[in-house]
Nanobody, 124 residues
Framework: VQLVESGGGLVQAGGSLRLSCVASGSISMINAMGWYRQAPGKERERVSCTNWRTGTFYYSDSVQGRFTMSRDKNAVFLQMNSLTPEDTAVYYC????????????????????WGQGTLVTVSS
């Protein structure tokens, strides 16, 4: 499975961006996909994820109500609204093949595939 993110860039605080992640390869084996981010000097954290079979979406408390994850076939998107400088980070897309629980219950070490990341910079 290959994951390619796009859509990052520079935006002013209060603005919006939409990230995309397109999966290719053995996509029929994917059980869940997620968005993570890593801010400068901080550990990578989960932003949102979705279980493909159930169609459920999960969000971290820090983005709940501002970010919306969606899926269309082999792609997932992250609509980010009301951005703040604290959202500045490299955003990564991840996919997992075998998952017997909710994607919100797993740590990042469980994910099988990662994209290269796309940088989001929010200016104040």
């Amino acid at each position: 499975v290959q994951l390619v993110e796009s859509g990052g860039g520079l935006v002013q605080a209060g603005g919006s961006l939409r990230l995309s992640c397109v999966a290719s390869g053995s996509i029929s084996m994917i059980n869940a996909m997620g968005w993570y981010r890593q801010a400068p000097g901080k550990e990578r954290e989960r932003v949102s994820c979705t279980n493909w079979r159930t169609g459920t979406f999960y969000y971290s408390d820090s983005v709940q109500g501002r970010f919306t994850m969606s899926r269309d076939k082999n792609a997932v998107f992250l609509q980010m609204n009301s951005l703040t400088p604290e959202d500045t980070a490299v955003y990564y897309c991840a996919a997992i093949l075998h998952l017997g629980r909710e994607c919100s219950e797993i740590t990042q070490s469980w994910w099988d595939y990662w994209g290269q990341g796309t940088l989001v910079t929010v200016s104040s």
